[in-house]
C-alpha cells in the first residue's frame, strides 16, 4: 500500500489501533460522534473546541468509549486563529508521536439575508468553516508526510451545492470546502495523503440553534457519519471515496 503506519486486515483494510487523530470541533454533535468512534476503534484522539466545560464533558464521554483513557486529550482551540489551529496539530504530535489522521469538522452556522447579516457574523462563518481547515490542513500536511501518509477528511454539508434563502455565508463557506478539497485531494494524493469531503443533509445535531438533538427521527444521526469517516479511514488503499453525499432516506414530507 505503501502506508507505513498502522496495519492491514485479512480484506487488505487498515486498522485504526494506534493512529492518531485530530477533531476539531469535537465537543458535541458529529465530531462528539467521529471522535468517540475513533477512540472505540483504537485511535488516540485529540479534540478541539472553544468551551472547556464542553470539551471536559466530550473527554469524560470519549473516554469512556475508549480502551485506553490516556488516549483522549482535549485541547481547547478556535481555529480562526492560525497560531491556535497550528498549536492544536502540535499538541498531538508532541503528546501521541506524530499524526496520521485529520477530521476537520469544527464549523459555524449563522443565517441571515445578505443585506442584514453583520461583517463580523460573516466573518466567523466563514473564517470558522474554511480559513480554519486551510490552517489545521498547512500545519498537518508536514506531520502527515513524515508519516509516510494519512487522511484528511472534511465535514461539509450538502447546502456547498444546494443554496437557500438566508444561506449565503454558509452556503458559500462550504462550496469552498468542497473546492478547497477536491484541489486539496490531487495535491497530496501521490504522497499517500487521502482527502475525503462528507456532505451531510439534515443531521439532528441542534446545530446553530436549529432544533434540538434527538427531536426528528427522520434526519441523519451524528452516528451515522462517524461510521461513514471509519469506513473512509480503513477503506482499501486502492481507490479513493473523495465525495460522500449523504441525505435521509426518508425526509420529512
Same mark, same amino acid.
Given at each position: 500500500?505503501?502506508?507505513?503506519?498502522?496495519? $492491514?486486515?485479512?480484506?487488505?483494510?487498515?486498522?485504526?489501533?494506534?493512529?492518531?487523530?485530530?477533531?476539531?470541533?469535537?465537543?458535541r454533535?458529529?465530531?462528539?460522534?467521529?471522535?468517540a468512534?475513533?477512540?472505540?476503534?483504537?485511535? &488516540?484522539? *485529540?479534540?478541539?473546541?472553544?468551551d472547556?466545560?464542553?470539551?471536559?464533558?466530550?473527554? &469524560?464521554?470519549? $473516554?469512556?468509549?475508549a480502551?485506553?483513557?490516556?488516549?483522549?486529550? *482535549?485541547? &481547547?482551540?478556535?481555529? &480562526?486563529?492560525?497560531?491556535?489551529?497550528? %498549536?492544536?496539530?502540535?499538541?498531538?504530535?508532541?503528546?501521541?508521536?506524530?499524526?496520521?489522521?485529520?477530521?476537520?469538522?469544527?464549523?459555524?452556522?449563522?443565517?441571515?439575508?445578505?443585506?442584514?447579516?453583520?461583517?463580523?457574523?460573516?466573518?466567523? *462563518?466563514?473564517?470558522?468553516?474554511?480559513?480554519? *481547515?486551510?490552517?489545521?490542513?498547512?500545519?498537518?500536511?508536514?506531520h502527515?508526510?513524515?508519516?509516510?501518509?494519512?487522511?484528511?477528511?472534511?465535514?461539509s454539508?450538502?447546502?456547498g451545492?444546494?443554496?437557500?434563502?438566508?444561506?449565503?455565508?454558509?452556503?458559500?463557506?462550504?462550496?469552498?470546502?468542497?473546492?478547497?478539497?477536491?484541489?486539496?485531494?490531487? /495535491?497530496?494524493r $501521490?504522497?499517500?495523503?487521502?482527502?475525503?469531503?462528507?456532505?451531510? %443533509?439534515?443531521?439532528?445535531?441542534?446545530?446553530?440553534?436549529?432544533?434540538?438533538?434527538?427531536?426528528?427521527?427522520?434526519?441523519?444521526?451524528?452516528e451515522?457519519?462517524? /461510521?461513514?469517516v471509519?469506513?473512509?479511514?480503513?477503506? #482499501?488503499?486502492?481507490?479513493?471515496?473523495?465525495?460522500?453525499?449523504?441525505?435521509?432516506?426518508? #425526509?420529512?414530507?
Amino acid at each position: 500500500m505503501g502506508m507505513v503506519t498502522g496495519t $492491514q486486515t485479512s480484506a487488505n483494510r487498515m486498522d485504526l489501533r494506534g493512529k492518531v487523530a485530530v477533531v476539531t470541533g469535537g465537543s458535541r454533535g458529529i465530531g462528539l460522534a467521529i471522535a468517540a468512534a475513533l477512540a472505540k476503534g483504537g485511535s &488516540r484522539v *485529540v479534540i478541539t473546541g472553544r468551551d472547556q466545560q464542553q470539551l471536559e464533558a466530550a473527554s &469524560r464521554e470519549v $473516554q469512556s468509549a475508549a480502551a485506553d483513557r490516556d488516549s483522549v486529550h *482535549v485541547v &481547547r482551540a478556535d481555529v &480562526r486563529g492560525a497560531r491556535e489551529a497550528a %498549536g492544536a496539530i502540535d499538541t498531538a504530535v508532541r503528546k501521541y508521536g506524530g499524526l496520521d489522521v485529520l477530521i476537520n469538522n469544527a464549523g459555524v452556522g449563522l443565517f441571515a439575508d445578505v443585506a442584514d447579516m453583520s461583517v463580523s457574523d460573516w466573518d466567523q *462563518v466563514i473564517e470558522t468553516n474554511l480559513s480554519g *481547515v486551510f490552517y489545521c490542513c498547512h500545519a498537518a500536511i508536514p506531520h502527515l508526510r513524515s508519516r509516510g501518509g494519512g487522511w484528511i477528511i472534511n465535514i461539509s454539508s450538502l447546502a456547498g451545492k444546494n443554496s437557500f434563502t438566508g444561506g449565503a455565508a454558509y452556503c458559500a463557506s462550504k462550496a469552498g470546502l468542497n473546492a478547497f478539497s477536491e484541489s486539496l485531494m490531487q /495535491e497530496v494524493r $501521490q504522497e499517500n495523503i487521502r482527502v475525503s469531503y462528507i456532505m451531510p %443533509g439534515s443531521v439532528s445535531t441542534g446545530f446553530s440553534g436549529r432544533g434540538k438533538s434527538g427531536e426528528a427521527d427522520w434526519k441523519i444521526a451524528p452516528e451515522d457519519i462517524s /461510521e461513514i469517516v471509519v469506513d473512509l479511514i480503513t477503506f #482499501p488503499a486502492r481507490s479513493l471515496p473523495s465525495r460522500i453525499e449523504l441525505r435521509p432516506s426518508r #425526509p420529512r414530507k
